[in-house]
């Protein structure tokens, strides 16, 4: 029997699959981290608490880390308000959201950023204008009511997503129309 037929010997099939478990595993090292870092700055935070108080059921683990990283990125100020609401929620503890509503003045930016965070969670967008990012389509919370009854439309951006009409361009001169 050759020295390559061994089975302790390495074959080049092998050492690619080595290779290739090292590449992996590096790469998640790499990842994996920044990942934990980022869900411990989302538990910290209190995002993932505070959008179950506001939507008024639990939060999803992995939509509330989508939500809380878009709306950094489109409210760079975000966590110092969610920090500013949180103090006051944990200060009145409201036994419901419709307790919060009442007792806030809806010009307190403590109202606006929850408003950011209810819109995020039931509309599945995050963001303004140019800037708006679709975060979750299908699992956004206003499809909740018709659940199971009609089925979730797999397009756009929501309702009214299509945008503005197109503008016509104005006739060439002489053109035969």
Known sequence: MSENNHPESVTRRRLLQGIGVLSLSALTASLFPALKVQAQEMNSSGFAPISSFLVSRPANPLLSQRYYNALIKNY?????????????????HFAHMDDFI???????????????IVSAWYTGIVGEDKNIE?????????????????????????????GPKPVNPP???????
Do not use: C
């Not at 760079?76 to 009145?92: E, H, I, N, V």
């Not at 009442?102 to 950011?116: F, V």
């Not at 659940?147 to 309702?159: A, F, K, M, N, Q």
């Open 171 to 177: 006739a060439a001169e002489g053109a035969n129309v």
């Open 102 to 116: 009442a007792a806030i003045d809806h010009a307190d930016p403590r109202y606006t950023t929850a408003r950011l």
């Open 76 to 92: 760079p100020d975000f966590p110092t308000r969610l920090s500013a609401l949180k103090t006051y929620l944990d200060g009145q």
């Open 134 to 162: 679709l975060v979750a389509y299908a699992d956004a919370m206003m499809y909740l009511p018709t659940r199971g009854i009609l089925v979730i439309p797999t397009y756009g951006g929501g309702p009214d997503s299509w």
